[in-house]
């Protein structure tokens, strides 16, 4: 099992910046990809970023240039570090844990969201105009 506590949700202004911070416990050594997900009301879950155990990394189009994953093994901690926010990024932040790259990377792509292995509980960001 895999325990992920996200963290960095706010309210910020369109333009600005936030830095989402995913704490995770557990047997995170068998997990070969984490991300993140947002939702927002009436949407579905949808892949944000995510980062391969070789740190290789994937962007949704909607946020490639702006928003930056990373992760810090030290600390078993996953970041998203999000600048020039817009009213598009508002949603529901949920980092996301795997033990399959490949069900992982189908579900950045929109396949099989709901088969990802673990889930936080999700963090808001709310950018205002």
């Known amino acids: 099992q895999v325990q992920l506590v996200e963290s960095g949700g706010g309210s910020v202004q369109a333009g600005g910046s936030l830095r989402l911070s995913c704490a995770a416990s557990?047997?995170?050594?068998?997990?070969?990809?984490m991300a993140w997900f947002r939702q927002s009301p009436g949407k579905e879950r949808e892949g944000v970023a995510s980062?391969?155990?070789?740190?290789?990394?994937t962007y949704a189009d909607s946020v490639k240039g702006r928003f930056t994953i990373s992760r810090d093994n030290a600390k078993n901690t996953l970041y998203l570090q999000m600048n020039s926010l817009n009213l598009d990024d508002t949603a529901k932040y949920y980092c996301?844990?795997?033990?399959?790259?490949?069900?992982?990377?189908?579900?950045?792509?929109?396949?099989?969201?709901?088969?990802?292995?673990?889930w936080g509980q999700g963090t808001q960001v709310t950018v205002s105009s």
């Open positions: 996301a844990a795997d033990r399959s790259l490949y069900r992982c990377m189908t579900a950045m792509e929109g396949i099989g969201v709901g088969d990802i292995d673990f």
């Open positions: 557990g047997s995170t050594r068998r997990t070969e990809c």
């Open positions: 980062i391969d155990s070789d740190d290789k990394t």
